[in-house]
């Protein structure tokens, strides 16, 4: 009997065991280690980024705060494909990005990386609807239109899909801008002072969009903001200095 309770007790374990295996643990979203990256030429060359290594986690959300100047917006640039670093290797959802040549990156990052940036870059000559659908036909989806039209109701902008950027006002252009970014079901969603050019009210609500997006979509947030409130809301805080990542503090021992 002492047997059979042992053998009862035994977990089973197939071929797909480890799925559930809670000490295996899934890839991150983003990599980076050795970048560095220096900008301008001779005497005017500044290195910018300084040795970065950093893990991002699947789903994570995470703010990249530090003093202007630190480097935290292009580190977000390197982390979204749009700036390669001189040295050092970048992985985003599993790729070495650094291998694509540029048609390869611009075809994986329009599928795997959504961008929001402080100005919006909308394209003035598109209505909402074209400027969320283009880049969904260009990454090859089939239903584009049908698409960005749910996506802009899911940012409240339903009844302004004919509407061109110059008729929308800041607040709803940034919409516009997060349901272009969220569109594809990015792996990895990068935004620069998001709400920079918005007021406190209209800022406050692109920020629920955006992480409620993130949460539906499982997709891992990367912020850069001088909001400390912003910044609380992340899963976790990195900070920059002088193109470095500063080390995590301790956590307090309660005693």
Not at 91 to 116: K, P, S, T
Not at 138 to 146: E, H, P, R, T, V
Not at 192 to 201: I, S, Y
């Amino acid at each position: 009997m002492p047997n059979r309770r042992r053998i009862e007790a035994a977990p089973r374990r197939g071929p797909n065991s480890r799925m559930n295996d809670l000490s295996v643990k899934p890839a991150p979203a983003v990599t980076l280690f050795g970048v560095n990256l220096s900008l301008g030429r001779g005497a005017a060359r500044v290195h910018i980024l300084k040795d970065i290594a950093l893990n991002i986690g699947r789903g994570e959300a995470v703010g990249l705060v530090g003093p202007s100047g630190s480097g935290k917006s292009t580190l977000l640039m390197v982390m979204a494909g749009l700036e390669r670093p001189d040295t050092g290797t970048v992985l985003v959802a599993g790729q070495d990005i650094g291998r694509l040549d540029e048609d390869a990156l611009a075809r994986f990052r329009g599928r795997q990386v959504g961008i929001v940036f402080q100005s919006f870059h909308l394209i003035p000559t598109m209505t909402a609807l074209e400027n969320v659908a283009v880049p969904l036909e260009l990454a090859g989806a089939a239903d584009a239109f049908a698409r960005a039209e749910r996506e802009l109701a899911g940012v409240g902008l339903g009844e302004r899909l004919a509407h061109y950027p110059a008729q929308l006002s800041g607040g709803e252009q940034q919409r516009v801008a997060l349901a272009r970014a969220l569109a594809p079901h990015p792996a990895i969603l990068v935004a620069d002072e998001p709400t920079g050019n918005l007021d406190e009210a209209t800022g406050s609500e692109i920020v629920d969009l955006m992480f409620a997006g993130r949460a539906a979509r499982n997709t891992t947030l990367i912020l850069v903001t001088h909001d400390a409130n912003l910044a609380a809301r992340c899963d976790r805080v990195v900070r920059m200095r002088s193109g470095r990542v500063e080390p995590a503090a301790p956590a307090k021992v309660i005693a």
